[in-house]
């Protein structure tokens, strides 16, 4: 069972940044494909960005696409979610996911990671 950790969230004014974190310090993230995604309240979880295992291929939603950026550090088994110039509408609870790529599409990652992280809050006030 690999247990992920997010960390990072808070409260920011619009345009302003967070850097989002996800650990996995019990198990070796070199084999799985890295996901964040997002709910806000009474909407459905929805996929924020993706990274693949060999770190070589991303995937974003066109909503956060030049704005935030997906990083791994296999070494220190974390992944991270650069968010910059957010806006109100980022506000939601955001979660980190793991899953062998199996030759799966990481834009699809929702349907397929199996790991999940209890989320973190990030909320931007307008």
């Known amino acids: 069972q690999v247990q992920l950790a997010e960390s990072g969230g808070g409260l920011v004014h619009s345009g302003g940044s967070l850097r989002l974190s996800c650990a996995a310090p019990?198990?070796?993230?070199?084999?799985?494909?890295l996901g964040w995604f997002r709910q806000a309240p009474g909407k459905e979880r929805e996929v924020v960005s993706s990274?693949?295992?060999?770190?070589?291929?991303?995937y974003y939603a066109d909503s956060v696409k030049g704005r935030f950026t997906i990083s791994r550090d296999n070494a220190k088994r974390t992944a991270y979610l650069q968010m910059n110039s957010l806006k109100p509408e980022d506000t939601a609870v955001y979660y980190c996911?793991?899953?062998?790529?199996?030759?799966?599409?990481?834009?699809?990652?929702?349907?397929?990671?199996?790991?999940w992280g209890q989320g973190t809050q990030v909320t931007v006030s307008s």
């Open positions: 996911a793991a899953g062998p790529e199996r030759g799966r599409s990481i834009a699809s990652m929702l349907q397929w990671a199996p790991y």
């Open positions: 019990a198990f070796s993230l070199d084999y799985y494909a």
């Open positions: 990274i693949s295992t060999s770190g070589s291929n991303t």
